[in-house]
């Protein structure tokens, strides 16, 4: 009886296996694809995002990427300069038509004095050249202009004119100056500070309570100042579901509104020792009510302020429907409520975590 033995070998892989190519490079991009699909799930902008949506704003942003940089790489060549620095981005922006209309509410952080690059040309004429030295001195020194549709001026106001209490920046020694990090305008650092100049968290310097800043859409006043219309849909762990459950609180428990809770939180911040423990930031810096903060702190004060106020709440006091909602075994430290919209809203996620 003939019997055939099959000898199987196991070498190595030849070259012409197939490899696996992640999807920025079937798509032929620099910027992730799918680090973006992960950023535009996390996000919750839409119940369903397409793998196509995240492949086509990564190719947006890489084209804008990629025209802002050679734009502001020319300003920087034509300064002799070899690093891109603020100010040549700025310039980028403000020389481009279209890029201009896409940043025409933003702000660039640390830009200064704006350089406008002008482009070589012929020699003037004759007639030309009076006409062309009476306008040299606004195109050298032109007025720096937010892009929010000011004009504001490059110097600090209170170097030529006095404040009504009489104060004016010395000359000798020269006064220091901060820059706003809103609207980029210099405010005299006057010592000592008459009113609060540098967010107590972020530690960045604003002028909103020294003089009314024209930057639109932006604050900085004291914690106790801000004026609650609504909550935020993430205002309470990123989650909108269980905003919503507080916010159904508030109407049909309270019958209250938001402002009226937050004045609550703002009095439990100066009476209660408890809520004075509160901290935020990377600093650790505590939440008082009399804290000077900016639009973006003050969002993340609120956070910590309104997940403090909801753990105080019993469960038996919310609404019938949150009542029946199971307890997440991770609570307030589960991740999947951010990235599942069925997990986040089948369960309740203000509760201590029982599994680790």
Same mark, same amino acid.
């Not at 890029?99 to 002008?118: A, D, R, W």
């Not at 609504?230 to 269980?242: G, I, R, Y």
């Not at 302020?305 to 997440?328: F, G, H, W």
């Given at each position: ?28 991009? #620099? ?6 699909? /992960? ?9 369903? #995002? ?7 704003? +990564? ?28 100010? &040549?981005?700025?310039?980028?922006? @403000? ?23 002008? /482009? ?19 195109? #050298? ?15 600090? +106001?209170? *170097? ?24 980029? @305008? ?12 540098? *967010?107590? *968290? *972020? ?5 909103? =309570? ?26 309470? =762990? ?6 919503? @459950? ?11 509104? +938001?402002? +009226? ?21 990377? &600093? ?8 000077? #903060? ?20 019993? /469960? ?41």
């Amino acid at each position: 009886m003939n019997t055939k033995h099959i000898v199987l070998s196991s070498g190595p892989k030849s070259s012409t296996s197939r490899t696996s190519h992640s999807k920025t490079a079937k798509a032929g991009l #620099v910027f992730p694809v799918a680090r973006i699909f /992960k950023y535009l799930k996390a996000g919750r902008y839409t119940p369903r #995002v397409s793998g196509g949506a995240s492949c086509y704003l +990564a190719a947006v942003l890489e084209y804008l990427t990629a025209e802002v940089l050679e734009i502001s790489g020319s300003c920087a060549k034509d300064e002799k300069n070899k690093i891109i620095k603020p100010s &040549h981005i700025h310039s980028a922006v @403000r020389d481009d038509e279209e890029l201009q209309k896409l940043f025409g509410t933003c702000i660039i952080p640390s830009s200064g004095k704006v350089m406008i690059t002008t /482009k070589k040309s012929s020699p003037p004429q004759r007639n030309q050249q009076v006409q062309r030295q009476t306008q040299l001195p606004s195109a #050298v020194n032109p007025p720096i202009t937010a892009f929010f549709g000011t004009q504001l001026p490059q110097t600090c +106001a209170q *170097c030529t004119t006095p404040t009504a209490d009489g104060f004016k920046c010395p000359t000798l020694p020269p006064a220091n100056h901060h820059t706003c990090h809103h609207c980029q @305008r210099p405010f005299p650092a006057r010592q000592p500070a008459t009113v609060p100049d540098t *967010c107590e *968290c *972020c530690q960045q310097h604003f002028c909103g =309570l020294y003089w009314q800043c024209p930057a639109r859409g932006v604050k900085f006043l004291r914690l106790r100042d801000y004026q609650v219309d609504s909550f935020p849909n993430d205002a309470l =762990l990123q989650n909108p579901f269980e905003t919503k @459950r507080l916010m159904e609180y508030i109407d049909t428990c309270l019958h209250s509104t +938001a402002q +009226a809770v937050w004045d609550s939180i703002i009095d439990k911040l100066s009476s209660d020792p408890e809520w004075q423990k509160l901290t935020m930031g990377p &600093h650790q810096t505590p939440i008082t009510s009399e804290m000077a #903060v900016c639009s973006t702190c003050f969002a993340r004060a609120q956070r910590e302020l309104l997940l403090n106020y909801r753990e105080s709440i019993p /469960k038996t006091a919310m609404p019938a429907a949150v009542q029946q909602l199971d307890d997440c075994w991770y609570g307030t430290k589960c991740r999947t409520q951010w990235h599942k919209w069925t997990h986040a809203q089948k369960y309740n996620h203000i509760c201590p975590q029982t599994k680790f």
